[in-house]
């Protein structure tokens, strides 16, 4: 079993505030943590799952049920299927404004919920817990396997590449047919679903157009930029913004769209196994993802990611910024052999970032100009972001 690194600060969470809440993607394995957290919190703890209709039954006077066990520490999984819940627990909190009062999980944005109206601001700790990242893993573990099968546990730690995929796909099935549905009490159709999802597979990496895929799709420009807020509450894609602060240049202002797990965009394009994807058109934005998801889960919270594209071309796969400074240009390269772009060294002069990188998947760490640095993933990642 892969430790999650979010258990750590889970606990010193449940110090403080009086309610935590673990969002994130289903089948991540929050249930799982949720339950392990139970060993070690020092008081007694009730456990409630809302897909089950005999705990939603306990609730049909939730006020008098949870207020009987307020001296526990109360679970509540799924919270989105009961979102009046939302403003009985703010009422209950301000009653008795104690640590670890409650622990929720959700697997869909508390803003995009129905029926969801008042804040927990400042009685809540907001968590999120995303498929298994790179740096959770052992070092061993082999950094392709990760990025081809991604970070759900079920498809990552399959026995075969052929049970993976398998358990995507019905993963993929059961969010396009019925989970999105559900999480937002929303009628969505199952075959434009599936295509808007294909599409963005295939369009991975690329600032967006709504117009584009409404052309396509047969729908308005607002139903896809619905569409996509749906994906987006319920942590299946990115939207990084474009970074344009203080410049006077014409500049790309659409957020670039990535699905946030790399085993699910292989899927979606109907990749089969790590060598057919080194031969697919798509491999640079795959790994662009891939590289986004993984630094977006450990860059500390001081530190905001963006992109930067000119409108005469030159481009940053990826800034950090700090305090509405950029501390480091990062270009993200599948090949350690490709150099980097013209118009990258001249956005870096722009930018005047101080420390920037060539993240490929496997090279060395080795100076390629006086404050340009080529490195691997895992390199950036354990011994570089530290000194950004």
């Given at each position: 079993?892969?430790?999650r690194?979010?258990?750590?600060?889970?606990?010193?969470?449940?110090?403080?505030?009086?309610?935590?809440a673990?969002?994130?993607?289903?089948?991540?394995?929050?249930t799982?943590?949720?339950?392990?957290?139970?060993?070690?919190?020092?008081?007694?703890?009730?456990?409630?799952?809302?897909?089950?209709?005999?705990?939603?039954?306990?609730?049909?006077?939730a006020?008098?049920?949870?207020?009987?066990?307020?001296?526990?520490?109360?679970?509540?999984d799924?919270?989105?299927?009961?979102?009046?819940?939302?403003?009985?627990?703010?009422?209950?909190?301000?009653?008795?404004?104690?640590?670890?009062?409650?622990?929720?999980?959700?697997?869909?944005?508390?803003?995009?919920?129905?029926?969801?109206?008042?804040?927990l601001?400042?009685?809540?700790?907001?968590?999120?817990?995303?498929?298994?990242?790179?740096?959770?893993?052992?070092?061993?573990?082999?950094?392709?396997?990760?990025?081809?099968?991604?970070?759900?546990?079920?498809a990552?730690?399959s026995?075969?590449?052929?049970?993976?995929?398998?358990?995507?796909?019905i993963?993929?099935?059961?969010?396009?047919?019925?989970?999105?549905?559900?999480?937002?009490?929303?009628?969505?159709?199952?075959?434009?679903?599936r295509?808007?999802?294909?599409?963005?597979?295939?369009?991975?990496?690329?600032?967006?157009n709504?117009?584009n895929?409404?052309?396509?799709?047969?729908?308005?420009?607002?139903?896809?930029?619905?569409?996509?807020?749906?994906?987006?509450?319920?942590?299946?894609?990115?939207?990084?913004?474009?970074?344009?602060?203080?410049?006077?240049?014409?500049?790309?202002?659409?957020?670039?769209?990535?699905?946030?797990?790399?085993?699910?965009?292989?899927?979606?394009?109907?990749?089969?196994?790590?060598?057919?994807?080194?031969?697919?058109?798509?491999?640079?934005?795959?790994w662009?993802?891939?590289?986004?998801?993984?630094?977006?889960?450990v860059?500390?919270?001081?530190?905001?990611?963006?992109?930067?594209?000119?409108?005469?071309?030159?481009?940053?796969?990826?800034?950090?910024?700090?305090?509405?400074?950029v501390?480091?240009?990062?270009?993200?390269?599948?090949?350690?052999?490709?150099?980097?772009?013209?118009?990258?060294?001249?956005?870096?002069?722009?930018?005047?970032?101080?420390?920037?990188?060539?993240?490929?998947?496997?090279?060395?760490?080795?100076?390629?100009h006086?404050?340009?640095?080529?490195?691997?993933?895992?390199?950036?990642?354990?011994?570089?972001?530290?000194?950004?």
């Open positions: 079993m892969i430790k690194h979010l258990e750590t600060d889970l606990m010193q969470l449940l110090k403080q505030f009086p309610c935590v673990i969002l994130g993607p289903r089948q991540t394995g929050k799982t943590l949720v339950k392990s957290l139970t060993k070690k919190i020092k008081k007694d703890t009730l456990y409630l799952d809302l897909e089950k209709p005999s705990d939603k039954l306990k609730l049909q006077d006020e008098s049920f949870l207020s009987y066990h307020k001296d526990k520490c109360i679970i509540i799924e919270i989105q299927y009961m979102p009046e819940l939302f403003n009985l627990l703010r009422a209950l909190i301000d009653e008795k404004r104690k640590p670890a009062r409650f622990i929720v999980t959700g697997s869909a944005s508390p803003a995009l919920v129905k029926g969801v109206s008042e804040s601001a400042g009685r809540v700790a907001y968590t999120e817990l995303t498929p298994i990242g790179l740096h959770e893993l052992s070092k061993s573990f082999a950094i392709n396997k990760h990025w081809f099968r991604g970070g759900f546990p079920d990552l730690t026995k075969t590449d052929i049970k993976s995929k398998q358990w995507l796909a993963f993929l099935k059961s969010y396009i047919e019925r989970d999105l549905n559900q999480l937002f009490n929303i009628t969505l159709t199952t075959s434009l679903i295509n808007f999802w294909t599409m963005l597979s295939y369009n991975s990496a690329l600032p967006w709504a117009e895929y409404a052309r396509a799709l047969g729908v308005t420009g607002p139903t896809v930029n619905r569409y996509l807020d749906y994906l987006e509450g319920a942590f299946l894609i990115r939207r990084l913004q474009p970074w344009f602060a203080n410049i006077n240049r014409r500049l790309v202002k659409a957020p670039k769209i990535y699905i946030r797990d790399s085993g699910l965009l292989h899927r979606l394009a109907n990749i089969e196994t790590m060598d057919e994807l080194k031969g697919n058109s798509i491999i640079g934005a795959s662009e993802g891939y590289v986004i998801e993984q630094i977006a889960q860059v500390p919270p001081s530190i905001t990611l963006f992109y930067y594209r000119t409108q005469d071309g030159a481009e940053v796969d990826l800034l950090l910024v700090k305090k509405n400074k501390v480091s240009c990062i270009e993200i390269k599948v090949s350690k052999t490709a150099s980097p772009s013209k118009g990258f060294y001249e956005s870096i002069k722009v930018l005047k970032s101080s420390k920037n990188y060539i993240i490929s998947p496997d090279s060395d760490l080795y100076p390629l006086e404050n340009v640095w080529m490195c691997s993933l895992k390199t950036f990642i354990q011994t570089e972001l530290v000194k950004i």
